[in-house]
Structures are given as C-alpha cells and as structure tokens.
C-alpha cells in the first residue's frame, strides 16, 4: 500500500510539471460545472415479522474544474444516515487528470474497463450500493500510424487500491491493490485484437480471519466489425494464490476462467445479436460456494451477463442473480421493423451452471464429486440450476402522438439444492406488460402502464401459484411536470412485506431542463433489484421520499 | 450542510469565470464501426446536440426518435446530433442491431466506461448536453417529458445563430 502511495503521490508530482505547459499557453480556459443529488425518505419499512421506522438523508456533489488541458474533480457526500450499503462521509472521490491530444493520464479515483470486463470492470450503481472504484493511477494513450493514419493502437495502464464492502455484509470489507495493463491493436479499420493482465494483491475477510491471496489474470480478445457483421471474442484466465491461514492450512492456487462472444448482424430495420458466455472462476462442490471464497471471481471482475435488462417493474420482479463463478448459457435477441410504424423484439436466453454433482462418500459425512459433462452449453435440468427466458414485444405508433406496446414473457428460474432436491427455490413467472402513451395539444401528456403476472415459487408454504396486477397511469405537462400514481395488487399470500396492496403517488418538476425535484408518498414493494448481473434485495417501504437533483454546466 | 452550501455557492461563483472550451471536454469516443470521434471535429460543423442513452432506457429511445426528426430538419443548416450509449458490457452488442433496426442514420458512439458522460455531469439517462459552435455549453437536459421535442425544436434554432459568421 505503500508503494501505492508512492505511485499516486509521484503521479501528482508529474501532472504539477505538466501544468507547467499552461504558462505557455496564450488563453486560460476555465470552466466548473457541478452536479447535486440531495435524497431524503421517512417512513417505515415493512416485513413478515414487523415494520421499522425508515429514515434517510443523503447529500452527493460533485464538482469538476476544467483549466485547458487539465481536468480535476471533487465529489462530497454526506449522510445521517445512508438509505443501505456503507456510510460515506466527507470527500469520498478527488482526482486530477491532464489530456492532451491522445495522451491521457490521472491521479486519484478512477473506474476502467478491459475488453469485455472479464478481467476488470469497475463501476458505480448506487440503488444496489455496488461501487468498485480504485484510488490511484492511470495512464491512456492513442497513436495512429500508416499511410492513412489506419493503424491504431492504444494502452492503458493503472495501479490503485480499492476496500469493497458489499451492501450484504457492510461490516466486512475486502482490500485490494492492483497493477494492471491493456493493450490493443487495429492494423486494419475493421479488425482489433487485444490483451489484458491484472496482478493483485488481497485481503479476504471470513469471519476474524483474513486469507491473504494474490491473483492474476490474463485476457485476450478479438473483434471484427465488417459492414454489417460484428464478431467479438474474450477469453480469460485467472489464478489465485492464498498464503496459509487457519482456514486454508496450506497454500492453494486453483485456476479459473471465463469466455464471452458475441456475434451480430444488422442490415436496416433489422439486427440479431447472439451471446455466449462460459465463466468458470471458481467451479467448486455445492457446500464450498460462498460469498466470501478467497478464490471467487473478484468484485472488479463484471463481464457480460448475457440476460436481458427491463426496465418494467413486473418483468425485473423475480431477476436471476448471475454467478460468474459458475455461469454457462447464450442469448438471442432480435430487432425488426417491417415498417416505420411497427418495431418488434423477441428475446430468448438459457443459463445454467456447468455441472451436476453427487455425495461419494459412504458413511454419513459428504463429499460432493462432480458428474463430468461436455460443459460447453447450459443444461435445462433442475439440478444445473437452469434459467430461461422467452420474451417477446411489439411497439406500433398508430400516428405520431399515440404510441402502443404490448409485450408477453415466460421465465423459469431454479435454484437446485442438492441436501434436499424437494427445497430447491423454482420461480416460474408468465407476464404481460401493456403501454399506452399519448400526446396532444403539443405539450400534455398520458401514458397507461398496465403489467399482470402469473407466477410460481416451490416455497411458498401455502398457496404456490399467485399473480400481481400493476398499473401506472402518468399525466405530464413539457417541459416541466409528471404527476403519476401507481397501484400494485397481488393475492400472494407470503409477500415479505406482508401486505397485498401497494398505492403510491409520485410529483416530479423540472424548475431548469436539468434541476428536477422528486417526491412521492406511498408504499413500495421492494424486491430485488439487479446491476450488471448483480443483485441485492432492497425492503418494501411505506412514507416520504424526496429526490433533488441539479446539474450545473 | 455547511460546507454544501459553501461549496454550491463556490461552483455557481466559478460558473460565470468561463465559457470557452477546455481540452477537458473533448471526448474522442468509437462509433458503430470503429471510428474515432472527437467532439472537437464535430464542433466545426455547428452546434452539437449530444445525447447519452442506453438500450435499457424507455425514455432515452423516445427522445431519441424526437431528436431523429429534428436532425432531419435541421442537419442541413450544420446541426449535428451524435447518440452517445453509455450501455455497458451486458448489453452493448445490442446497440448497434437496435440502431439499424430503427433505420438511424446519425452518429452513435460508446462510452462504456462512462468517463464522457460523468465529466458532463451526467447522472441517470436520458441526459443530454447542447454545445454550440464556440464549445460552450448551451444547455443541459436531464430527463425526458413527452412533448418537450417543442421546445428542443426552439433551442435548436436558437442555437444556430450562436458563433454564426
């Protein structure tokens, strides 16, 4: 961490030789812009066994100081306390950063992404308290040569340390220092091929015991993107090393990888896109999958989930958490717009873990063998933990101001469990969700959201089978104002908030096109809510909640 | 509290310091076939409209089918909109296939890491930026009301006669 230090510290050091160049400079360029999120909420929380009074404050800005060929930034946050995840106070993100031409380098905070993020992505999403920022260095460059200037190359380099803490768990954090390097290469417009390496070093909490591991990993893509085809491919290959430890008595360095392709082609009005993806990080037995595992695939590592994303409330209602420890599957999705008026989009995608396992011991201890398969494909067997998905969606403009959506999804969800095969967690889920939007005297507003589900969970201990109703109906005035009210019914009998109705009502006003004030008042039914293939559960809820946001440029 | 207001008064003082470009704010970002796109090249065509969006997001596709229609008037008399996706691993190869199958012909780039998009502020999609020909930011859009494509129609016309010869 030292040396950390030392390399962020020599970092500000060149950048304040390089603000030199400033001098030489005729005209001083200045510009601030800022930006504001102030969050407040008071209710109370519901669940099966009690409600909790909810309270929370939340004040986030950023501020960013633009000086001719430098670029610093500030971020504040304050809270009394966080809604959920770690609380953050005082300057929790400050960097510095000097461009100039196809030269890019900067100290402090940063988020970076390789390839296809199967060996490091990190990035920020608040409503899951997920953030994977490293504080340190970096340093980009782009060169093109040839007759046409058509080669191209470009290298990134970055060091950081980063402590993560999982909205799960906020009294454990892991600690981790990374060096880090892409490199790729186009030596023709269409084709670009790639390669990463990542070396860190960690500090993995279980319970008061830390496993001190270091890992590496390597990554190779290649991409070629002709007219209207599109190949894309990544691989990667991780190894961990743990030093000794009460948990793990002797060092261990088991292998991992990961592999995701794409592949798509489009012409107008039509595109096809195809996803594979293969991640074996850390393939272990039933009773060794943790959250805490030493040898897991690391919080920076996001790569494709290869799911589709909703943005409906019923259709993001039951979501697959991805494991990219163990993930095979695939996704098709296609576009189609036979006429101007008409877009159609129909979505399927299969996902299951690689391999099926079995108690080889004879006595009453366990030990988990696996039953080797080819694993190059998902499996729709209960006991690889399947999920699939068919999806499917029509949107037709009538005219210019009324605009129709209908859509239909089946999904399956399984989480097999081997002790006790007749407890594994199957959600099976039929929905239709409904759209109507309309626009007239030029300015006014209606939109109709209607969404019904019919759903299965195997764990109900009552009723298995129930279904939701949502409606959302929204009346809006350009350019400043949404007044919405959303009503959600189900007769499940077990919904964790313990309630079977949800009614809440929503005012949004825009005082500038980038100041919006939010407020709404009502109960939610929480749920979970996924970010990149990442999932957390957030509670139901029941108050006030207050959004302001402001964006000074 | 204190030191929020403090800090909020300091960026609105600093605002009105300057209005010229700085290197900063130039991104140089790839389009749907792999091209380098600097935001400083596009700046000497005229006023430059840039959108951030995502496949994922309702309301960014509807301000982009807004501003599609006013690109088409208004690309003739130098108005340039380029599509910014700030889509991420999980579903940046839809981008382009939701693009062709929509039939645009404007620009449409990737900032996968998001870097453009939080230097201009950006928080929550649809969010877009309007920068006329000096590189001065004309005006910021955060969110999209139906019927606000009126008043972008204005903004843009206005926006024309900025820096004109």
Request: hydrophobic share 35%; proline share 4%; net charge positive.
């Amino acid at each position: 961490m030292l040396k950390l230090k030392g390399a962020v510290t020599l970092s500000f050091v060149v950048l304040i030789f390089c603000s030199v160049s400033i001098y030489s400079q005729p005209k001083l360029n200045v510009r601030v812009s800022a930006n504001n999120m102030l969050r407040y909420g008071n209710g109370r929380e519901n669940s099966v066994t009690g409600d909790l009074t909810k309270k929370y404050f939340e004040e986030l800005a950023d501020v960013r100081l633009f000086v001719n060929d430098f670029f610093a930034g500030v971020r504040y946050e304050y809270d009394d306390p966080i809604e959920f995840g770690k609380s953050l106070k005082g300057i929790t993100r400050r960097f510095i950063e000097f461009k100039k031409d196809d030269f890019t380098v900067r100290a402090g905070n940063y988020y970076e992404i390789f390839g296809s993020g199967l060996t490091l992505n990190s990035f920020e999403s608040r409503p899951i308290g997920w953030n994977t920022e490293f504080d340190g260095a970096k340093v980009n460059y782009k060169y093109s040569f040839g007759k046409k200037k058509n080669v191209r190359v470009e290298g990134t380099l970055v060091a950081g340390g980063m402590d993560f803490t999982d909205i799960n768990d906020t009294a454990r954090t892991e600690k981790y220092s990374i060096r880090a390097g892409n490199f790729s290469i186009s030596p023709h417009k269409y084709i670009t091929l790639g390669g990463s390496y990542l070396f860190t070093d960690g500090k993995i909490p279980t319970g008061n015991i830390t496993t001190d591991i270091a890992a590496e990993l390597f990554e190779g893509n290649a991409s070629l993107n002709y007219k209207g085809l599109a190949l894309l491919f990544s691989y990667a290959n991780k190894v961990t090393i743990s030093q000794p430890n009460a948990i793990f008595t002797q060092s261990k360095a088991p292998r991992g990888d990961g592999a995701y392709g794409s592949l798509s082609y489009t012409r107008e009005g039509f595109g096809i896109t195809v996803d594979y993806k293969n991640y074996r990080f850390n393939v272990t037995t039933p009773d060794q999958r943790s959250a805490n595992d030493p040898f897991k695939a690391l919080p920076f590592q996001n790569a494709p989930s290869c799911i589709k994303v909703y943005s409906s409330t019923l259709l993001s209602r039951f979501p697959h958490n991805v494991d990219f420890n163990d993930e095979v599957g695939w996704q098709v999705d296609v576009f189609y717009s036979p006429t101007k008026k008409l877009t159609l989009n129909a979505n399927a995608s299969l996902t299951s873990r690689h391999y099926d396992y079995f108690d080889a011991d004879t006595t009453t201890l366990t030990r988990y063998e696996r039953i080797d398969r080819s694993a190059f494909l998902p499996s729709t067997k209960n006991e690889f933990s399947p999920y699939w998905e068919l999806f499917f969606e029509a949107e037709y403009y009538v005219n210019k101001d009324l605009k129709t959506k209908l859509g239909v999804s089946r999904k399956t969800n399984i989480l097999y469990s081997i002790n006790d095969p007749g407890a594994s967690d199957i959600i099976r889920t039929f929905t239709i969700p409904l759209e109507v939007q309309y626009t007239f005297a030029k300015v006014y507003g209606v939109k109709l959201n209607a969404e019904f589900q019919q759903a299965y969970n195997s764990l109900r201990a009552g009723e298995t089978n129930f279904w939701s109703q949502l409606t959302t109906l929204s009346i809006s005035r350009s350019p400043s104002i949404i007044v919405s009210g959303t009503a959600e019914v189900t007769n499940d009998e077990e919904d964790p908030s313990g309630k079977k109705y949800w009614v809440k009502g929503e005012l949004t006003y825009k005082f500038t096109s980038a100041n919006t004030i939010m407020l709404s008042y009502g109960s939610e039914r929480g749920g979970l809510q996924c970010s990149s293939g990442i999932c957390r559960y957030v509670n139901p809820f029941n108050g006030f909640r207050l959004t302001l946001i402001n964006n000074f440029n | 509290m204190k030191r929020i207001i403090v800090f909020t008064m300091f960026v609105l003082m600093i605002s009105f310091t300057g209005k010229n470009f700085a290197q900063g704010y130039d991104f140089d970002l790839n389009d749907l076939d792999g091209n380098s796109v600097k935001l400083s090249e596009l700046l000497k065509k005229g006023p430059v409209l840039v959108q951030f969006w995502a496949t994922w997001c309702v309301p960014c596709k509807e301000e982009m089918k807004a501003l599609n229609e006013l690109w088409g008037k208004y690309k003739d008399s130098g108005f340039v909109f380029v599509a910014v996706s700030i889509d991420d691993q999980k579903s940046l190869s839809k981008v382009k296939p939701y693009i062709e199958s929509k039939s645009y012909k404007f620009p449409v780039l990737f900032d996968t890491d998001k870097n453009t998009f939080s230097n201009f502020g950006g928080q929550d999609p649809p969010f877009s930026v309007f920068l006329d020909r000096n590189g001065s930011i004309f005006k910021t859009y955060s969110g999209y009301i139906q019927g606000d494509d009126g008043k972008l129609d204005s903004e843009i016309k206005e926006a024309l006669k900025i820096g004109k010869n």
